[in-house]
């Protein structure tokens, strides 16, 4: 059973342009969170998907917008990147935010 | 105040010693919480739901405590493969449900 498989692993981007990344939830998961992880920080909160709509959004700017699909696959856009930008970004789901969520293994996102 | 506070360490442990460590969070509503724990530059994987009586897995030992406003997680027995930074995440209650808030983690050494 496959878990949560993230796209690509690692990226490299020039300041300005703009990145997608891609997330395929574990089997029999439905709701999908992407998070921000700066070297040594927690997670950050970026959204939350459900039934293809966006659900919870944290303190992230427009220039991050998500989209989930009818499979529950997601997809994380980011305009115009900032060198700031530059960190570990997860994706994760549950199907009971209860048990808890499954995480990918993260995309490496280096903004140069 | 952030809303997750834990203290980063590190704890260096000896092999076969006990380690505990809290982490405090500010929003009364929160309703789950738990344990994962991220090895160096992969994931966050859950350890453990920590449950309002507390609870036990192997040598693991959570304990929540609402009057205070904070978890904690005890590892009795340290192996070396406990090495690792340990993140305390709340999900911040029923307004914001799924929207969990990473602690930036406490780091455990543990030592031969």
């Known amino acids: 059973d496959a878990g949560v498989t993230q796209s690509p692993t690692h990226l490299i981007k020039t300041r300005g342009q703009q990145v997608t990344l891609r997330c395929s939830p574990k089997?029999?998961?439905?709701?999908v969170s992407w998070y921000q992880q700066a070297l040594g920080q927690g997670p950050q909160f970026i959204f939350q998907?459900?039934?293809?709509?966006?659900?919870q959004r944290g303190n992230f700017p427009d220039r991050f917008s998500g989209h989930q699909f009818p499979n529950y696959s997601s997809e994380l856009n980011v305009n115009a990147l900032l060198l700031g930008d530059s960190a570990l970004y997860l994706c994760?789901?549950?199907?009971?935010?209860?048990?808890?969520?499954?995480f990918g293994s993260g995309t490496r996102l280096t903004v140069v | 105040r952030k809303e997750v506070e834990q203290d980063p360490g590190p704890f260096n442990v000896p092999e076969g010693a006990t380690v505990a460590f809290n982490c405090t969070y500010s929003n009364s509503a929160s309703q789950s919480f738990f344990w994962y724990r991220q090895d160096c530059r992969k994931e966050p994987k859950l350890l453990m739901s920590v449950y309002s009586s507390g609870n036990e897995d192997g040598r693991f030992t959570a304990q929540l405590n609402r009057a205070s406003q904070y978890i904690s997680l005890l590892i009795r027995d340290s192996k070396l493969s406990d090495s690792a930074t340990y993140l305390c995440?709340?999900?911040?209650?029923?307004?914001?449900?799924?929207?969990?808030?990473f602690g930036a983690g406490t780091q455990v050494v543990v030592t031969p």
């Open positions: 994760a789901s549950t199907r009971e935010v209860d048990y808890g969520y499954t």
């Open positions: 089997s029999g998961h439905d709701t």
């Open positions: 995440v709340v999900n911040k209650g029923t307004d914001s449900w799924g929207k969990f808030q």
């Open positions: 998907y459900y039934e293809e709509e966006e659900r």
